[in-house]
């Protein structure tokens, strides 16, 4: 009997540093490979329907507590508190697919940088496997302690969280000079003389077809030019489906992408003399009305 004690202990405790350490693991991927591209992170949330006006925060809050939730789960006198912490995570993140199920069913949902997910039954299978491991890192953990420590150590995420939203706001911008002259509707076409827009969509994305015609409304005061992304010889019958007027198609989407390197679309870029003025990301009303007006290029 007293032999039974120790070895229901001892494999109490390797279970539950497995599932912690796994757990953790997951958690600092997600986290802070939502910190090393915040912008980026920003543009997914609101594809995933949230408002754009809490896109910022709600990057930064979930980033936080992700990492947050992964440093709680190492150490063992936090580890309840990290798997109440990643119980909660899990259980916000299916109830938003749940309850936006319809709309968002097939989009990506991706929160890890090597595994691709959409929103359907698999997501809901996974998240729900995560949930059982950051149970059992809470069950067998031992009693918590160290509060002061702890916020110590959320302290610490939140400065680092900081820091690198500062260094996303106000580091280089990536990407080139903007070229002389590109191709367009078969002809040379400079880029340095004048208002250029330039709209880079996929023909069969439905929000770049959401934008589109949204700026079908607009009184435009300059150029406006389209770069699809893919499949280029449907591109006339995307800019006929926006509504769009007097756009000029152009196929130089690897040139472009070296100025501009984006990963999805829709994406803008508002230039004045060769210079880029905006990089647009987000495509709701009034900001993008107000930002192109802002520069003159809308009445």
């Known amino acids: 009997m007293q032999e039974t004690v120790p070895q229901e202990a001892a494999w109490k405790s390797w279970v539950g540093w497995a599932a912690a350490a796994a757990m953790a693991f997951l958690w600092f991927a997600a986290g802070l490979w939502k910190l090393s591209d915040i912008s980026g992170w920003q543009?997914?949330?609101?594809?995933?329907?949230?408002?754009?006006?809490?896109?910022?925060?709600?990057?930064?809050?979930?980033?936080?507590?992700?990492?947050?939730?992964?440093?709680?789960?190492?150490?063992?006198?936090?580890?309840r508190w990290g798997g109440y912490l990643s119980a909660a995570l899990l259980v916000a993140f299916m109830a938003h697919m749940a309850v936006n199920y319809?709309?968002?069913r097939g989009e990506d949902c991706s929160c890890f940088p090597w595994l691709e997910r959409a929103v359907g039954p698999a997501f809901f299978w996974s998240d729900a496997a995560m949930l059982a491991l950051a149970a059992l890192a809470a069950w067998f953990a031992p009693k918590p302690a160290a509060l002061k420590s702890a916020a110590g150590a959320l302290c610490g995420i939140v400065l680092f969280a900081g820091a690198m939203l500062a260094i996303d706001r106000l580091g280089p911008q990536p990407g080139g000079a903007v070229p002389a002259?590109?191709?367009a509707d078969g002809e040379t076409y400079g880029l340095r003389d004048g208002k250029i827009f330039l709209y880079f969509?996929?023909?069969?994305?439905?929000?770049?077809?959401?934008?589109?015609?949204?700026?079908?409304?607009?009184?435009?005061?300059?150029?406006?030019?389209?770069?699809?992304?893919q499949d280029f010889d449907w591109g006339p019958g995307f800019v006929e489906d926006a509504g769009l007027k007097n756009v000029r198609l152009s196929p130089d989407l690897k040139m472009l992408k070296e100025t501009f390197p984006f990963e999805d679309v829709p994406y803008?870029?508002?230039?004045?003399?060769?210079?880029?003025?905006?990089?647009?990301?987000?495509?709701?009303?009034?900001?993008?009305?107000?930002?192109l007006r802002g520069h003159g290029f809308i009445d």
């Open 102 to 104: 319809q709309t968002l």
């Open 268 to 291: 803008g870029a508002v230039i004045e003399d060769g210079e880029v003025l905006e990089r647009i990301v987000f495509w709701e009303e009034p900001e993008l009305s107000e930002t």
């Open 181 to 183: 002259t590109i191709t």
């Open 43 to 79: 543009l997914k949330l609101t594809q995933l329907l949230v408002p754009v006006e809490w896109s910022l925060a709600g990057t930064m809050a979930v980033a936080v507590a992700e990492v947050a939730a992964g440093v709680l789960l190492l150490r063992p006198a936090w580890r």
């Open 201 to 229: 969509f996929n023909p069969s994305c439905l929000h770049c077809l959401d934008a589109g015609q949204t700026m079908a409304q607009y009184a435009w005061n300059s150029e406006f030019v389209g770069i699809p992304t």
